[in-house]
């Protein structure tokens, strides 16, 4: 009955190494997010996606870039990682209709960056 | 930048104790919700208030808020060890579908 899937659930890459996180869903929503998480904060917007629609938080640096090729995936790029952006990834989906309801989080992509 | 801060940063009660987290915010809001995190997982929603709303239940959870003070508090009553959890607010501003988390307070209920 998983709703929102991320793969993997850890992840280990090499400093500057590109790194792909993916998300599926199968709720059908159509908003997509993407925070980040470091270790006793609160999640970070980095971008979403209102169904094509893709939206960039002013804040989220160029080194994070990501895709939805459809309803269900969305990925989360990180072209060449620093030791900073070792950290949870969290993905999230939410049905706007007006107005936002709660948004349903996936378990969390854990990123260590060597 | 975030909007507003939870209160305590850190709480730790006996089980069957009842836990109560407070979240403020600076701007007006859509509404407010409520989601736990246990350690090392995804947030979990457990309950959203509408700006036209006081207080709203779910089981043992109580949510209020108080639009004049930009205030909400959420109450765990007879709290279980299994509610050790980190727990946030997150404040819908606007029309927009973004929420802005506040840190969250890590609550720790002892068997």
């Known amino acids: 009955d998983a709703m929102v899937i991320q793969n993997p659930r850890y992840q280990v890459t090499q400093f500057g190494k590109p790194v792909t996180l993916s998300c599926s869903q199968t709720?059908?929503?159509?908003?997509m997010y993407w925070y980040q998480q470091k270790s006793s904060q609160a999640p970070k917007l980095l971008f979403h996606?209102?169904?094509?629609?893709?939206?960039n938080e002013a804040d989220t640096p160029d080194n994070f870039q990501s895709r939805r090729p459809n309803t269900s995936f969305c990925f989360l790029d990180i072209r060449s990682p620093g030791l900073g952006d070792a950290a949870m990834y969290l993905c999230?989906?939410?049905?706007?209709?007006?107005?936002?309801?709660?948004?349903?989080f996936g378990p969390g992509t854990r990123l260590t960056v060597t | 930048s975030q909007q507003g801060e939870e209160d305590p940063q850190a709480l730790s009660i006996q089980e069957g104790e009842n836990a109560t987290m407070n979240c403020s915010y600076k701007t007006s809001i859509n509404n407010l919700q409520w989601y736990r995190q246990n350690s090392g997982r995804g947030l979990v929603h457990l309950i959203l208030i509408r700006s036209n709303e006081r207080e709203k239940h779910s089981g043992r959870l109580r949510v209020t808020l108080d639009t004049s003070k930009k205030s909400s508090s959420l109450l765990i009553t007879a709290s279980r060890a299994a509610d050790t959890a980190s727990y946030f607010c997150a404040k819908l501003v606007g029309s927009n579908y973004k929420l802005t988390f506040g840190k969250g307070t890590l609550l720790t209920v002892n068997p």
């Open positions: 709720l059908n929503h159509n908003v």
């Open positions: 996606y209102y169904d094509k629609d893709f939206n």
């Open positions: 999230a989906t939410s049905s706007w209709a007006g107005v936002s309801y709660e948004q349903y």
